[in-house]
């Protein structure tokens, strides 16, 4: 596979005039390091002790998960320790590190990149048209024999190509579940560019293969052509297809973000930063995003205080951080190894979100006693947002249609309503903050913030509310501006920084 070129910078042995940062640049510290850096590494290498301005220097201008030291007492040397610990700094072997700079511009590039491809790009086989069941955009439903029972048949095919090359390998991941008397199998080949028909490359992946993401490495670039097959006899379900610029086991989206995934293929992520380790420790649940990745890096980042984005990868754009027992238990348990992590206790703890991460807030702010929430353009009454779409929005949000099929099914917009305030209902809110700024005119879910007013009654809370005119998509500059001066508030006044 064929790297981006990469350039290192091996500060001490280059001549002075040579010593220039550009981006796409590896620090390797030898000796000293330049004094004034005007942006940010992709990477740095640290073979020795540093000096406190050093690290006042590299502070700045080194990311976190970008770190690395090839000299274990590095990491429990007095002075360079705790900024290794800071940066989430990783040991690199003196043996690994040509393997290291071989792969390092396909694990570390900057920013990220994630699409799905929904239903609406899936082509069944003509054969198999009459059998198939849709379930909104959630899943199509086949129930049927295939074939013979012994030969894989072709299912569907993917309409759309997907683009390749060889320098960015993609995670490529299906959401596909086989009832027990069916098996079934994905055929991708990769067509080479300028081409219709000239196959390059194929990968045939098993039921076991496509258990999670796979990463799929190019031979030059093309399009991928993809071919779902089964055999057997009995239903199978499919999903939205996932692909994204992979970092080959270097973290998801970003390096050190991780996959949170539940046993049917529901899928969300969490990125940590440890900003300057004080508290509190500040979640932010991204808001509704059709390309798949986290939201809000740089606003997090301005603040300083370490911070956790999750985010959402179902449906079109994120299905407000629901699902089953097993998958909701695995946001709650990233949001608790964090605070362990930090030694930071519960009221010690935000939570924040805009639009559809407002919903993530509350509802997971819900399982603890955090000492704040924040939320702009707050989203409660899923069910109600749904049937809002008949008349008072009508077409403007169509995927709160499938949040009603696959979460509340025939028990109706009122049972979906129910399940963000019976979270309220039953929380300990005593002494927790919320601060939310709400549209006046919002065509989304107009009673939101009364609503959580009424459900907060009696609770011991402080509550601040900021009341902005437009409907749900009108003014974001405004909600975004009054988020960030209410951390910015919080932080000064609760926690003094």
């Known amino acids: 596979m064929a790297d981006r070129p990469l350039s290192i910078l091996e500060v001490g042995s280059l001549p002075e005039e040579d010593r220039e940062v550009a981006a796409g640049v590896l620090l390797h510290i030898r000796s000293r390091i330049p004094e004034k850096i005007e942006e940010a590494w992709d990477g740095v290498v640290i073979d020795r002790p540093l000096s406190r301005e050093e690290i006042g220097i590299l502070a700045k201008t080194s990311l976190p998960h970008r770190v690395f030291y090839r000299d274990s007492a590095l990491s429990v040397d007095p002075v360079s320790g705790p900024f290794l610990a800071q940066k989430l700094a990783e040991y690199l072997p003196p043996e690994k590190y040509d393997t290291f700079l071989q792969h390092f511009s396909v694990r570390y590039f900057r920013g990220q990149y994630g699409e ?51 320098e960015q390998p993609l995670d490529f991941f299906w959401e596909i579940l086989a009832g027990a008397g069916v098996l079934f199998s994905v055929r991708v080949r990769q067509i080479g560019e300028g081409s219709l028909d000239t196959v390059v490359k ?42 994204r610029y992979a970092r080959e086991g270097a973290g998801v989206f970003f390096p050190g973000g991780e996959r949170l995934a539940g046993r049917d ?68 348990s990233a949001i ?30 819900a399982a603890f006693h955090p000492h704040a929430l924040i939320v702009g353009k707050p989203l409660l009454n899923l069910g109600s947002i749904a049937a809002n779409e008949r008349l008072l929005r009508p077409g403007g949000f169509p995927t709160s249609l499938d949040i009603l099929q696959r979460f509340a099914g025939s028990d109706g917009a009122e049972t979906l309503n129910r ?29 939101a913030y009364q609503d959580l007013l009424a459900h907060l009654r009696g609770k011991h809370t402080t509550i601040y509310g900021k009341r902005i005119t437009g409907r749900h998509n009108d003014n974001t500059s405004a909600v975004v501006e009054w988020f960030v001066s209410q951390y910015r508030r919080i932080l000064r006044e609760d926690f003094a920084r």
């Not at 993401?213 to 239903?235: H, N, W």
Request: proline residues 5%; contains cysteine; hydrophobic residues 40%.
């Open 116 to 166: 799905r491809r929904a239903l609406g790009n899936f082509r069944p086989n003509p054969a198999f048209v009459d059998h198939v069941r849709y379930l909104g955009n959630n899943r199509m439903v086949l129930s049927q024999r295939y074939g013979d029972g012994q030969t894989a048949v072709p299912v569907l095919t993917v309409r759309s190509s997907i683009l390749i090359w060889e």
């Open 202 to 243: 194929t990968w045939d992946l098993s039921e076991e293969d496509l258990s999670q993401p796979i990463c799929l490495c190019s031979k030059g670039r093309g399009t991928l052509s993809i071919t779902l097959f089964a055999r057997g006899e009995g239903e199978l379900s499919v999903g939205p297809l996932h692909t």
């Open 265 to 332: 293929g529901r899928e969300a992520a969490v990125y940590f930063e440890p900003g300057d380790g004080k508290p509190p420790l500040c979640v932010y649940f991204s808001g509704y995003r059709t390309a798949e990745g986290f939201e809000g890096l740089h606003m997090m980042q301005d603040l300083g205080a370490p911070f956790l984005l999750v985010t959402d990868m179902a449906l079109e754009g994120g299905a407000f951080y629901l699902g089953d027992p097993d998958f909701e238990d695995l946001i709650r």
């Open 336 to 365: 608790c190894k964090t605070l362990k992590r930090l030694h930071f206790t519960q009221d010690q703890l935000i939570l924040s979100g805009i639009s559809m991460g407002s919903f993530g807030a509350v509802y997971y702010g």
């Open 419 to 447: 399940r963000a305030f019976a979270r309220v209902d039953a929380a300990n809110w005593e002494g927790t903050e919320a601060a939310v700024s709400y549209m006046a005119q919002d065509d989304y879910d107009p009673t």
